[in-house]
């Protein structure tokens, strides 16, 4: 199987002005103990949705502080990624997985059996697109390796009769891992697994959230024929229900009945969630033309030109009603900017509600965030600062990547003996 190449990343020294050389020295000290092993990475999609978005970060700088670290992708027909889809959409609590489709998901698990790499010395699985390969390797390798299920998944607690049969499919293949990790507490299913709380982060010097010049924004958005006359409501967001694009379009024509503003909903598809047509058409549909709603349907890398679109939005929308973190979120945060989003998931973790932005279930409480900000746009401005501060203390690459090499370091240097513990770095999340 073919590893994927990622450009260079900026030297160390730009991350040092950003976070302090202290954050810095500590994670090169970590990373030096380290030096030696061979790491792997796989999940299910190169391009596309929060996993793809950390994995290329996360791999490129773990390989700048000079540790060995390949990220491979599963291959799998359409028929695959329809059946892992329903999988994650039924873990978020939404009916129509079956039993039957366990079917097309183990003949992929099959034809992608040899993709761990036998010689790594820690393979971290993203998510459950690739969960079941650990069925497939021999047993030497498996005492060998240390094995790790990294959740990305907003995962329900499972106490629902209808989803007992899968949890224990589930369960019975996590618990062969060595370890899982989980993006917030509220995620811990109750397996005999041993078990991390990180959180993820962004990385800010990527093309998606470096600084940008104003001439290349205002580029961007002639490109795409946007006007910033009128303030800008932005949702960037893989065209998908769980993100309820259709809803941010109901908050915001009632905001706009009160004042004037536009609205852009930028998006796009991943290899493995084919059901975002049918989300983006249901999409132009309820906005019927609408001269100031803009919908873009973006190619997967895109990152300068969300990076332009969130720096010129007055406000950043994420109105999910699951969501495993919003790393969208943390970008608009990262960019100053206030943010209303969803009261749930790992969303919670980054907004702290009417601090640095504002939680909201409804369409209705959505359309009121929106409407105070825009009619308080210094108390939006101290918002977005407050945003950017809590990004650059909690969710930036450095503390990401310490948090993940501290927790191998314990599992190679066999520091945690029982399966039933859980660690977290950041226990007030
Ligand atoms: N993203 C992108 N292009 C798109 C839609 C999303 O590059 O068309 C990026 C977005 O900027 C963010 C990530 O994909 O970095 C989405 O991560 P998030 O955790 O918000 O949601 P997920 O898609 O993983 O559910």
Request: proline share 5%; glycine share 6%.
């Amino acid at each position: 199987m073919k590893a994927i190449d990622l450009p260079s990343l900026p030297p160390i020294s730009r991350y040092s002005q950003l976070v302090g050389e202290g954050r810095i020295r500590e994670l090169e000290e970590l990373a030096d103990s380290l030096k030696g092993l061979k790491l792997q990475e796989i999940n299910s999609a190169r391009y596309g949705g929060g996993v793809a978005e950390t994995l290329s970060s996360y791999v490129s700088f773990v390989r700048m502080l000079g540790i060995d670290i390949e990220w491979c992708v599963m291959e799998a027909k359409p028929d695959f990624f329809k059946t892992t889809k329903t999988l994650h959409n039924f873990l978020q609590g939404k009916e129509g997985f079956s039993l039957e489709m366990l079917e097309t998901y183990w003949k992929f698990q099959k034809e992608n059996r040899e993709l761990i790499e036998r010689d790594c010395d820690v393979v971290t699985i993203h998510d459950p697109q690739p969960l079941g390969l650990i069925e497939f390797l021999p047993d030497e390798t498996r005492k060998r390796q240390k094995i790790v299920w990294r959740c990305h998944v907003h995962l329900e607690t499972i106490p629902l009769e209808r989803m007992k049969q899968i949890e224990k499919l589930m369960r019975g293949m996590v618990e062969r891992y060595d370890a899982a990790i989980f993006s917030t507490f509220q995620f811990l299913p109750i397996w005999k697994v041993l078990s991390f709380v990180i959180p993820p982060f962004i990385d800010p010097l990527s093309e998606k959230n470096r600084e940008l010049a104003s001439q290349d924004i205002d580029r961007i958005l002639t490109k795409y024929g946007i006007s910033i006359e009128k303030p800008l409501i932005t949702q960037v967001s893989r065209f998908d229900v769980f993100k309820d694009p259709l809803g941010v379009i109901e908050a915001f024509k009632l905001v706009r009945q009160k004042h004037p503003c536009q609205l852009l909903l930028a998006g796009g598809g991943a290899i493995d969630d084919p059901e975002y047509q049918q989300v983006l058409s249901d999409v132009r549909k309820a906005a019927e033309d609408d001269k100031d709603i803009y919908i873009l349907d973006l190619p997967p890398d895109s990152h300068k030109e969300i990076n332009a679109f969130q720096r010129a939005s007055t406000i950043i929308l994420q109105k999910s009603i699951k969501e495993g973190f919003g790393l969208t979120v943390t970008e608009g945060l990262w960019k100053g900017k206030p943010v209303v989003a969803g009261r749930v998931g790992g969303i919670t973790l980054q907004i702290k509600d009417g601090w640095n932005g504002f939680l909201i279930s409804t369409v209705q409480e959505t359309a009121e965030k929106i409407l105070y900000l825009l009619k308080h746009p210094r108390k939006a401005e101290e918002m977005g600062k407050k945003g950017k501060e809590f990004v650059t203390e909690h969710f930036l690459i450095d503390r990401g990547v310490k948090d993940h090499l501290t927790a191998l370091y314990q599992l190679v240097k066999g520091r945690i003996v029982s399966k039933n513990t859980i660690v977290s770095y950041h226990p007030w999340f």
